[in-house]
C-alpha cells in the first residue's frame, strides 16, 4: 500500500512516488504523470479463471446458480424453452448437483420436455446433464472410450443416464452447442473483463486457451480494447504425447500488446463432486481414487519436457493422492525459468504435503471461495458427504499452508467462482460469504489476514509469472496498481467487500471506474 497521491510513469514502470511537486519536476514528453485519489496497492491479479468460455456460456446460456430444487429448475427450463424455441439447444451453468440427492439423471427432462435438446454444465464445470434428445441425436451410447478416464454413466441396463463426466465426454455434447462469430464472442469476453477490471482487477490467468480464445484476445487487443492483462495457459489434454507437448511449446510465442501465453496447465483429476478426483481413500461411493490420466507416468514425463523448456506448469489437483503425485513429478522437474510451478485447488490434503511447497517453491493455489459458496458448514453438501467427516475439514488449508511457509496465491476459477476480487478476497478472511453474516464459518482456523489475502493476489502471482520482485510498489516496478477508496488493511473484511475501485492502472495507462461498489457489478 502507499500513501502517494502521484506517479510519474516512465516507458511503463514507476519512475516516481510522491506529491504535487512531481507534476513539475517530471514533466517531460517521455513520463506521464498520474494524480490519485484514493489509496494504491499493488494490481491485484486472479490467478486462476476461464475467461472466454465463461464469458461466451454467461453469455449464451442459463445462470443455473440460484436454482436449488428441481421443481425450480424445470420452470427455469421450461421459460427458457418458451423464449428460444423448442428446436433449439437449451444450455445452461452453474448446475447444483445437490438437487438430484445423490443421484444424477438426466432423463428428468423427459418427464416434462420430451425431445428437448438440453445440456447443463455443472457448477464445477467438469460434467454436463443432458437430456435424452441430446442423448438420441448425438448417437451416444455410453460404451464410447476416452484417452483420459472421461466417462459417459449409464444404468444398470447400460443405457446412458444424461450424466456425462470431465472434459474429453463433454466435447462429445459441446461441439455441437452453436458457435458464434468472432465479434460477438469478442463482446461477451469485454463485458465480463471489464467488470472484472472495475473490481480492482489489473490482470487474470487465463488457465485454458482453447478456440475462439486465440481470435477472441487478438481481437480485443488489436482494437486496443483490453482493459486489464491476460496470461494464457494452454490445457495440456490427459494422455498426449510428445507431438502435441509440442504445439503448446511453439504457442508461447503467441501474444499481443496486453495478452500474452506463458505455461501451460494441466489436469491430473477431475473433481470430487463429480468422483473423479484422485484421493488415497475411495469416497463413500467407492470413488474418487484415479488418476484422470490412465498412464499417470505420462504426466511425469510432460512436465519433465515442459521444465526442460522453462515453460511453468499449473497443475489441476484436488485429492490428497494427485497433490502428492504433482509435488513428486516436480521435484524430479525441478524450476522452470520462466516462473514457479503451481498446483490447482489442492481442496482437502493431508498434513504430510504442506510443508513440500516451501520446500520445492510450489505455489499453492486455492479457491477459498469454492468452500464458502458451494458447500455447506454443515456437511449436508455433495462434496462433503463424498469425502467425509475426517477430509471435509482438511478442506481449503489456506492458514496451514501459510504456516508451512508455503507460497499462497487465491483465485476464484471463474466463472466457478466469483469474478470480484474484494468478494473472494474477504470470504478468504471471514471464511463465509461476505454477504451472508448468519452464515456460520467453514473451518474458521483456515482465515486468513487482510495482508495475507491481498498478497495472495498481488506478489504470489508475480512469483508465478516469473517476476519475484514483481506486486509491489516501488521505483522501477511496473505500473500496475488498483487504487481504491479506503485503505483495506484497516477495514473489516466485510466492508472491503464494497470498498470502491476508484481506477486501476494497467501498464502505466490510468483507467477511471466511477467509484465501484461490489453492488453494482452483481
Known sequence: MSTATTLAISAEHILALGGPELVQR???????????????????????????????????????????????????????????????????????????????????FDE??????????TSDAHALVVSPAVIEQLGITGRERFADASRIHTDEQGTPNGYIVELQAMDLVME??????????????LQELRHMARAGLTGIHALDFADPSHAVFSYLDERNLLPLKVRCSPLIPADS???????????????????????????????ADNGSAWFAHPDCYGENTDSLWRNPQAYREAIEFFTSRGIPTATHAIGDAAVAYALDAIAAAGPARGGAHRIEHLESIGDELLPRFAELGVIASVQPVHGTRLTSADGSDNWSIRLGRDRASHGWRTRDLLRAKAPLALGSDWPIGVADPRIALADAQLRRPVEDPQAATLHVEQALTSDESYTAMTRIPALAAGAPAGGRIAVGARADLSIFAADPMRLDP????????????????????????ADALR
Do not use: C
Open 26 to 108: 517530471y514533466s517531460t514528453r517521455d513520463t506521464r504523470i498520474i494524480e490519485l485519489d484514493g489509496v494504491i496497492l499493488p494490481g491485484l491479479v486472479d490467478i486462476h479463471t476461464h475467461p472466454v468460455w465463461g464469458s461466451i456460456e454467461r453469455g449464451t446460456s442459463l445462470d443455473l446458480a440460484e436454482i436449488h430444487t428441481l421443481e425450480a429448475l424445470m420452470t427455469a427450463t421450461g421459460e427458457r424453452l418458451a423464449a428460444l424455441g423448442a428446436d433449439q439447444w437449451i444450455t445452461g451453468f452453474n448446475l447444483d448437483v445437490n438437487l438430484f440427492s445423490g443421484h444424477v439423471d438426466g432423463r428428468v
Open 112 to 121: 416434462h420436455f420430451p425431445g428437448a435438446k438440453i445440456s447443463y454444465m
Open 176 to 189: 455441437h452447442y452453436p458457435t458464434l462469430p468472432t465479434e460477438q464472442a469478442a463482446d461477451f469476453v
Open 241 to 271: 504425447g510428445p507431438e502435441v507437448w509440442a504445439r503448446a511449446v511453439a504457442q508461447q510465442e503467441l501474444g499481443g500488446h496486453r495478452w500474452q501465453v506463458a505455461g501451460v496447465k494441466f489436469m491430473l483429476d477431475g473433481t
Open 494 to 517: 466485510s466492508a472491503q467487500a464494497s470498498n470502491p475501485v476508484v481506477a486501476t492502472v494497467v501498464d502505466g495507462h490510468l483507467i477511471e471506474h466511477d467509484r465501484v461498489t
